[in-house]
């Protein structure tokens, strides 16, 4: 009777220790949301001088006064999630595009991005910073890149208010492969500022 008692005891023990691990696993595989929404605005850099006088915003940058930037982002695993964004502008009479000051009128843009996020590494869930890498489809008043092809290069961090909400900045630089070929002209910088929503995203008091 004590030997099968003893059994028991240790059957019971080793069924308890795999759920404890399976539990632990679960928790740490977990993703830290699901989906994650942005609205934001969004400012067009397209002077036609890369790397010149980056932060001098007038006459360079061309930006509305309302967010203009729909996002959407699914989380896969492992820090890796994949992106869709839709972007509109406008260019003005007064800002300088491509070294010219008399260039208007509207801007469409759509970029398909994969993306990695830092914070899976960093354990912890209130900065996350982010590269990303995709391709994009620029529309824009320019009778000579009208329609534009690019792969796409950035960097941004999110900062979380909470599990749900937060504040996202990035920046991307855009580099044509039609019309042309990574000219100059046709490259831009195209920066984002806004907010997100993490739909289904995991409580801080959980194991990040």
């Given at each position: 009777m004590c030997m099968k008692l003893k059994h028991t005891l240790i059957l019971v023990s080793f069924i308890s220790l795999l759920s404890f691990q399976t539990f632990g696993q679960n928790i740490k595989t977990q993703k830290p949301y699901k989906f994650m929404y942005g609205l934001a605005w969004n400012a067009i850099d397209d002077d036609g001088r890369p790397f010149q006088d980056l932060l001098r915003f007038r006459p360079r940058w061309n930006m509305l006064a309302f967010p203009t930037t729909l996002s959407l982002d699914y989380y896969y695993k492992d820090g890796m999630s994949f992106e869709g964004i839709l972007n509109f502008n406008r260019y003005k009479y007064s800002n300088l595009v491509n070294n010219d000051l008399n260039r208007s009128g509207l801007l469409f843009n759509i970029?398909?991005?994969?993306?990695?996020?830092?914070?899976?590494?960093?354990?912890?869930?209130y900065v996350d910073p982010f590269v990303f890498v995709g391709l994009g489809y620029t529309r824009r008043p320019d009778p000579e890149f009208n329609n534009m092809f690019s792969p796409n290069l950035g960097i941004g961090f999110n900062f979380m208010i909470n599990e749900d909400l937060g504040i996202q900045i990035r920046t991307a630089g855009k580099f044509a492969v039609h019309p042309v070929f990574f000219s100059h002209d046709s490259n831009y910088l195209h920066h984002h500022f806004g907010v997100i929503y993490k739909m289904d995203a995991m409580p801080w008091n959980e194991d990040f």
């Amino acid at each position: 009777m004590c030997m099968k008692l003893k059994h028991t005891l240790i059957l019971v023990s080793f069924i308890s220790l795999l759920s404890f691990q399976t539990f632990g696993q679960n928790i740490k595989t977990q993703k830290p949301y699901k989906f994650m929404y942005g609205l934001a605005w969004n400012a067009i850099d397209d002077d036609g001088r890369p790397f010149q006088d980056l932060l001098r915003f007038r006459p360079r940058w061309n930006m509305l006064a309302f967010p203009t930037t729909l996002s959407l982002d699914y989380y896969y695993k492992d820090g890796m999630s994949f992106e869709g964004i839709l972007n509109f502008n406008r260019y003005k009479y007064s800002n300088l595009v491509n070294n010219d000051l008399n260039r208007s009128g509207l801007l469409f843009n759509i970029d398909v991005n994969f993306k990695y996020s830092f914070s899976v590494l960093m354990e912890q869930p209130y900065v996350d910073p982010f590269v990303f890498v995709g391709l994009g489809y620029t529309r824009r008043p320019d009778p000579e890149f009208n329609n534009m092809f690019s792969p796409n290069l950035g960097i941004g961090f999110n900062f979380m208010i909470n599990e749900d909400l937060g504040i996202q900045i990035r920046t991307a630089g855009k580099f044509a492969v039609h019309p042309v070929f990574f000219s100059h002209d046709s490259n831009y910088l195209h920066h984002h500022f806004g907010v997100i929503y993490k739909m289904d995203a995991m409580p801080w008091n959980e194991d990040f």
